[in-house]
């Protein structure tokens, strides 16, 4: 290869170069720039997501501005000084420039200022207290692979599915059984460990009604990704409506509620108003009135209910429940009185 | 007649690499445990590279059944692992052990054989942590392994002990050669070279090693009490105990925040020396440069770090600004590590802020960031050092076209697996799951991730295949193939064994570019001071090396039997103990020197 030609193939390069790393920063811009609705940390529905969000949109210019100049000044400084053809001339020698070091350490300091305003500002707010005086307080308890929601308040428990009333500030203090998980919906605001032995809280007041999905976001174990939840959104009278279902559930069916109990069920869950007062697995009561089942994994249809209790660890990995090698007659009745707590 | 006794005690000449597998047990040369250190990171980065590929074969679609839960546990925990120590920390350890005594005109480390027992116990740890696949119980609580998933109760097998007392034996291994560079760096520079004349790729080395003597006894710390944990039934970590595992928290990000410049510095240094070289300018502001870093140990896991991380970049950008670029194999990947670097330092600076990193921490947006900075930016650099070095190491060069395709292909690669990830972790998706339902919208940008990581492994393949073609049919290179300014291409390719024939007077910053292109308008016309010439094909006097020691390999053995028997029972353990002892002992009362050591001089230039 003669040299002009090798000379044309590293300027063809460059070229390359330029254009490759260009369509990197458009997809950037138009990655994060754009909001789609589907993407749940850009779309949020409570207050606290939102005030994340402006902070991140704020944050989000900033960098997206840098990104474009500096690599733009990349770009070009490779253009421009590109060797050229037979040149074997030495650079002037420059050691550098000591008004330019110091400018290009206080343009990042003063961006950093600007950054460092809302920052601070959101620190403080999503640290703070509930804005609401009167807010719904909820424990968030941990389980390997399930959430537990107690309501103190309105004396009942649940599982995996959490509903707050649409406008009221939710207030959760969440801590673990066992090892460290974290509550994450997206939609409603950021993640926050729940520790066992300790407490940590975390509010929101959601401003939609609407289903929003979540999960536990801090590795706990072989199901970690199993540990899923959905939060339910209600209007007031629907919440109200839910709340006295919880506080009154329908009287169980005596002939299931027995059948629950002789299959030793009982010895790790809870039905209200039934002898099964169990505390090591997931609260049922109500069960039928769910819309998901194994901790926000499957659809709560009477096939993957019995799928589930003919064996746990094949629906999700390493789960506590047992397998109790439930013949299919038992668990038909006990797919039939569980769906039928509505 | 005391000259004829002196050249009767001298070796015959050897080639440099040549020499049976007892010449790499024993030996205590810096070259070759820099190249043993460079060849089992390069094997591990293929054996992590296939963890992350099953990784991404398990998440392309929805509901995945590649692997199960509890193998893809294990497959992440020994991917990131494996990266941190068993790749990119060895790998920037072959580049500190061969180019540093080069770089500043030195015949070896301080301490040659705490290297070499430096290298072996690296190596035994790293194997002992691997043998956990053959007993089928790797770890599975991720490489930052927080309590009190760890503890007995939750993870009761064997997994987390071979973690923790592998990494351990490796920590080890990190402090020793800390020490030792700490010592070489500040100790054992050719006459001249102040400390502000060291090459920016030393003082790079320089930080690191300062923050690993900073990071790893935390680390070690946290082990420790985990280790009792787990072994003799403490609590410092269970919480119904009355513990909180928020410690280990605690300890383990203040060996982490550190650690993460332990991972990047290295690829600094490298682009600081070849973007001057192949734009042919000195390194613009490099005083800034050197204080920038120095002010990164100050700013570590603040905000603040932006100020320091945007001086260099700028200063690289200066460094190119107004040269006669030289689009070389190892600029590319220098230019792609700043291009690229740039990314993870914003999506950085976007969840230094915490209102936004509460969204944003174990998502996937931290798994686009953190491989930005570490494979944007590490191993990119890395690669940069090994192109540029590849000629000076082997003694010949690297394919220019395949290089460039590797080049290419791992940009395309790297951007098609991590970017789509910044939308995934915008999108929900946390961290560490095995399987996510098809319903939540993340298939798509998944499926683009899996085939960005498979056009990464055949830019890896390009790389075998460039490498090997070289070392069987490259072109042989010169001493100074790059037409470069610093003490390493005044010698041969690769360097004779004791390195300089004399020992180098310098006299600037760039002493052998001063040397071939006399002092220009900016620098050196007041002193007119000297460069630093070619060396001589063989030294003037003689020259005495090291003798090579089995004792270091024997001592590091001992060490990973005394800690890895834990695993199997006390005989084991006090057995690893006696032998680390007795080597250490032998060690100690070995003199240095010893009949028949590598010596070289005049007259072995005659005998050849």
């Known amino acids: 290869m003669d040299a002009v030609s090798r000379e044309r193939s590293r300027s063809q390069d460059t070229l390359l170069a330029a254009l490759l790393l260009g369509l990197v920063s458009c997809l950037a811009v138009a990655g994060c720039g754009v909001q789609v609705p589907a993407w749940r940390t850009l779309s949020p529905d409570s207050d606290f997501a939102r005030l994340i969000l402006d902070v991140y949109e704020d944050l989000f210019w900033w960098c997206a501005g840098i990104f474009v100049v500096v690599e733009a000044l990349l770009l070009y400084a490779l253009f421009r000084y590109r060797r050229r053809e037979g040149d074997s001339e030495v650079p002037n020698q420059v050691h550098g420039f000591t008004a330019l070091e110091i400018g290009w350490t206080l343009l990042p300091a003063a961006i950093l200022f600007f950054i460092a305003i809302p920052t601070v500002r959101g620190v403080f707010e999503i640290n703070g207290p509930p804005p609401d005086p009167d807010p719904l307080e909820i424990s968030v308890i941990g389980h390997q692979w399930w959430w537990e929601f107690q309501y103190p308040e309105l004396g009942f428990v649940t599982a995996n599915e959490l509903h707050v009333p649409v406008g009221r500030t939710a207030a959760l203090t969440l801590t673990s059984a066992d090892v460290i998980h974290s509550f994450w919906v997206p939609e409603l605001g950021g993640k926050r460990d729940l520790n066992p032995g300790s407490e940590n809280r975390l509010w929101f007041t959601p401003s939609e009604t609407g289903v929003h999905y979540g999960q536990c976001a801090e590795l706990c174990g072989t199901s970690h990704a199993n540990m899923r939840m959905r939060v339910f959104v209600d209007d007031s009278a629907s919440f109200a409506a839910w709340s006295a279902s919880m506080s009154a559930p329908a009287t169980a069916d005596s002939a299931g509620a027995m059948t629950f109990l002789i299959s030793g069920c009982a010895a790790c869950h809870s039905i ?71 | 007649m005391s000259n004829a006794i002196a050249a009767s005690a001298l070796h015959a000449p050897e080639p440099i690499y040549s020499g049976g597998l007892k010449s790499w047990l024993a030996t205590v040369d810096h070259k070759r445990i820099g190249i043993m250190y460079g060849v089992a990171a390069m094997i591990y980065f293929v054996v992590g590279g296939v963890e992350a590929l099953i990784i991404r074969a398990q998440l392309a679609a929805a509901d995945g059944t590649v692997v199960g839960a509890d193998t893809f546990n294990q497959l992440f925990t020994m991917h990131g692992t494996t990266m941190v120590f068993l790749v990119l920390m060895p790998l920037s350890a072959a580049l500190f052990n061969y180019m540093i005594p080069l770089m500043i005109g030195a015949r070896d480390v301080a301490f040659p054989r705490l290297n070499a027992f430096s290298f072996w116990t690296f190596l035994f740890g790293s194997i002992l942590l691997n043998l956990s696949f053959f007993i089928g119980s790797p770890p599975d609580a991720g490489w930052f392994g927080y309590a009190n998933l760890t503890s007995k109760q939750y993870s009761p097998g064997l997994g987390i002990d071979f973690w923790l007392l592998s990494v351990q034996v490796m920590g080890v291994a990190s402090i ?14 050719a006459p001249g070279m102040s400390i502000m004349r060291m090459p920016l790729f030393v003082w790079m080395a320089l930080v690191v090693q300062v923050l690993m003597l900073l990071a790893f006894p935390p680390i070690t710390v946290a082990f420790i009490f985990l280790l009792f944990d787990r072994f003799f039934g403490t609590h410092f970590y ?106 993870g330092g914003l999506s950085g600076i976007m969840h230094s802020s915490p209102p936004v990193d509460i969204q944003q921490h174990d998502s996937y947006f931290v798994v686009a960031h953190l491989h930005y900075v570490f494979f944007g930016g590490s191993v990119f650099g890395l690669f940069a050092g090994i192109y540029y070095w590849w000629p000076k190491i082997t003694g010949r060069m690297m394919g220019e076209g395949l290089g460039k395709l590797h080049f290419w292909l791992m940009l395309i690669g790297m951007n098609l697996t991590f970017f789509p990830m910044h939308f995934l972790g915008l999108d929900g998706m946390p961290r560490r799951i095995y399987t996510y339902a098809s319903d939540l919208g993340w298939e798509r940008w998944n499926l683009v991730a899996t085939v960005g990581a498979f056009v990464i492994a055949l830019s890896i393949l390009v790389f075998f295949v460039n490498a090997l073609r070289s070392l069987k049919t490259g072109a042989k290179a010169t001493g100074d193939p790059w037409d470069a300014a610093t003490l390493e291409w005044t010698m041969s390719s690769p360097p004779p064994e004791y390195n300089f024939a004399v020992v180098p007077q310098v006299n600037s910053a760039r002493p052998y570019w001063l040397h071939k292109y006399g002092p220009t308008r900016t620098i050196s016309t007041r002193t007119k001071a000297q460069g630093t010439p070619a060396q001589p094909d063989h030294p003037p006097e003689r020259v005495d090396l090291p003798s090579p020691s089995g004792w270091p390999i024997l001592a590091a053995f001992g060490l990973t039997l005394f800690a890895g028997g834990a695993l199997v029972g006390l005989p084991v353990v006090l057995g690893g103990a006696a032998v680390l002892v007795f080597a250490v002992y032998r060690w100690a009362f070995q003199p240095l020197e010893r009949p028949g050591h590598p010596s070289f001089g005049p007259a072995t230039a005659e005998a050849r």
């Open chain 2, 238 to 343: 269970i919480p119904s105990a009355g513990a909180t595992p928020i410690l280990w928290q605690h300890l383990f990000w203040i060996f982490g925040h550190p650690e993460v410049y332990i991972l990047i510095l290295p690829s600094f240094g490298v682009v600081s020396e070849v973007l001057p070289t192949f734009s042919r300018k000195p390194l613009f502001g490099a005083p800034f440069v050197i204080f920038s870093v120095a002010d990164t140990a100050f700013s570590l896991a603040t905000m603040l770090i932006a100020i320091p991380t945007g001086v260099k970049i700028f200063n690289w950008i200066g460094t190119l600004w107004g040269g006669h670029i030289h689009f070389k194999t190892p600029l590319y990947f220098a230019v792609g590590m700043v291009g690229l670097f740039i990314i």
């Open chain 1, 272 to 342: 209200a108003g039934t002898l099964a007062q169990g505390k090591v697995g997931p609260d049922l009561t109500n069960f039928g009135r769910r819309a998901t089942l194994a901790a926000g994994m499957l659809a709560n249809t009477p096939e993957n209910l019995s799928g589930w209790l003919r064996n746990p660890d094949s629906v999700k990995p390493r789960a506590l429940m047992p397998d109790l090698n439930l013949d299919e007659q038992r668990i038909d009745d006990l797919v039939r009185f569980l769906e039928g707590m509505k």
């Open chain 2, 176 to 189: 020793a050669s800390a020490v030792n560079f700490t010592v070489t760096i500040l100790n054992m520079r």
